[in-house]
């Protein structure tokens, strides 16, 4: 089976991510907080903001896993600051 890795898939919209592509590949998850659901095959906990925290995560995919088939960056964080304000990190 194919794996697609999803970010940000503990709650909301990558839990109905991982849901509704459970049906058709393997996920691995990665987000801050541990789902409470069961659609991951493999889970990994990884705040995506912290550089080095994230390098060595990917790293430990690598060593895990050969391929994947798709990635959906869906880890986010929601500001109430309007765009122009905001800056890149």
Partial sequence: MRT????????????????????HYSIIGIDCIAPEHTYCERFYSCDLSQLTKLQETIAQIKKEMSTLYG???????????????????
């Fill in 71 to 89: 990635l959906v960056n869906n880890a986010a964080i929601f500001s109430h600051v309007p765009l122009e304000k905001q800056s890149l990190e």
């Fill in 4 to 23: 697609v890795l999803i970010t940000g898939v503990a709650q909301g919209i990558g839990k109905a991510l991982a849901e509704s592509l459970s049906h």
